[in-house]
């Protein structure tokens, strides 16, 4: 099969390419754009490239839950044909990660650089390690000035990608046209959403369930009957929502910013 592009190479992502798309490492395009004004020693010269990150997060318990169905349903791992059977399968493997003192850890596949993934520390214990991957994946969310999406607030998420990704001045009335209609699906909501607490919207989906009965939110469900594993399923999961939890109040930031800028926009208008 013919590729338009046989091989990738940073010029070529230079001179082709506006936005990447995929799971990738934030940090990842730090040497494929070029930098400004700084030299190749300064530790924030990802703060120089013209490069904007977008990085979408989902609350760790139900982001846990959806990713077992998932590699149950697409591979068949560990598949279960109840509810009760995948919670049970959930509590076994979680109960036994606990016992080795482990934690999820996954969120840092995306948001350590690759020159921090490929960093060595020593510590004496293995959690303090877990911290400070957690501090350092706190700290790039702040330093690559992430554009932060969740997807429990999608419709906010989508009102902030639309005020970044569209300029206020189009070249034909078609194309401001067919752009804003591309968004206007995901943020129609936005109201109703806006006006829900955390935990109500943690329980609404953008999207049905492709699993049936078996879905995130009955699996979730059938665990919260059981308080004793409640309590070592946030523990197991505190470092990642450590994270999202601060993701969360940028994403909240951001969207309070933008919701404004809007309002004295509009007052302008008027005026």
Do not use: C, W
């Given at each position: 099969?013919?590729?338009?592009?046989?091989?990738?190479?940073?010029?070529?992502?230079?001179?082709?390419?506006d936005?990447?798309?995929?799971?990738?490492?934030?940090?990842?395009?730090?040497?494929?754009?070029?930098?400004?004004?700084?030299?190749?020693?300064?530790?924030?010269?990802?703060?120089?490239?013209?490069?904007?990150?977008?990085?979408?997060?989902?609350?760790?318990?139900?982001?846990?839950?959806?990713?077992?169905?998932?590699?149950?349903?697409?591979?068949?791992?560990?598949?279960?044909?109840?509810?009760?059977?995948?919670?049970?399968?959930?509590?076994?493997?979680?109960?036994?990660?606990?016992?080795?003192?482990?934690?999820?850890?996954?969120?840092?596949?995306?948001?350590?650089?690759?020159?921090?993934?490929?960093?060595?520390k020593?510590?004496?214990?293995?959690?303090?390690?877990?911290?400070?991957?957690t501090?350092?994946?706190?700290?790039?969310?702040?330093?690559?000035?992430?554009?932060?999406?969740?997807?429990?607030?999608?419709?906010?998420?989508?009102?902030?990608?639309?005020?970044?990704?569209?300029?206020?001045?189009?070249?034909?009335?078609?194309?401001?046209?067919?752009?804003?209609?591309?968004?206007?699906?995901?943020?129609?909501?936005?109201?109703?959403?806006?006006?829900?607490?955390?935990?109500?919207?943690?329980?609404?989906?953008?999207?049905?369930?492709?699993?049936?009965?078996?879905?995130?939110?009955?699996?979730?469900?059938?665990?919260?009957?059981?308080?004793?594993?409640m309590?070592?399923?946030?523990?197991?999961?505190?470092?990642?929502?450590?994270?999202?939890?601060?993701a969360?109040?940028?994403?909240?930031?951001?969207?309070?910013?933008?919701?404004?800028?809007?309002?004295?926009?509009?007052?302008?208008?008027?005026?």
């Amino acid at each position: 099969k013919h590729r338009i592009y046989p091989t990738v190479n940073n010029t070529v992502l230079q001179q082709n390419f506006d936005i990447l798309a995929g799971h990738y490492r934030i940090g990842m395009t730090d040497n494929v754009f070029p930098q400004h004004h700084s030299s190749s020693n300064d530790e924030d010269a990802h703060l120089h490239t013209p490069v904007r990150h977008i990085v979408f997060l989902r609350q760790p318990m139900e982001r846990f839950v959806s990713s077992i169905l998932y590699r149950a349903k697409q591979f068949s791992v560990n598949k279960k044909e109840t509810v009760e059977d995948t919670a049970k399968y959930i509590k076994k493997r979680i109960h036994e990660s606990r016992k080795k003192n482990e934690y999820v850890t996954s969120i840092f596949n995306y948001l350590l650089t690759p020159e921090q993934a490929q960093t060595k520390k020593e510590f004496p214990r293995s959690e303090q390690l877990v911290e400070y991957k957690t501090q350092l994946a706190i700290r790039n969310l702040i330093h690559y000035d992430a554009i932060v999406g969740m997807t429990e607030r999608f419709s906010e998420s989508m009102i902030i990608l639309q005020h970044v990704l569209l300029p206020d001045r189009f070249t034909n009335d078609v194309r401001k046209d067919r752009m804003g209609k591309m968004f206007d699906e995901y943020t129609a909501n936005i109201d109703d959403q806006s006006s829900k607490n955390e935990s109500e919207i943690s329980s609404t989906r953008q999207n049905p369930s492709q699993m049936g009965a078996i879905s995130t939110s009955s699996v979730m469900a059938e665990l919260k009957k059981d308080d004793i594993f409640m309590g070592e399923f946030k523990e197991f999961l505190k470092y990642e929502q450590l994270i999202v939890d601060f993701a969360l109040k940028m994403h909240h930031m951001q969207h309070g910013l933008v919701m404004e800028a809007k309002k004295q926009k509009a007052e302008s208008n008027i005026i």
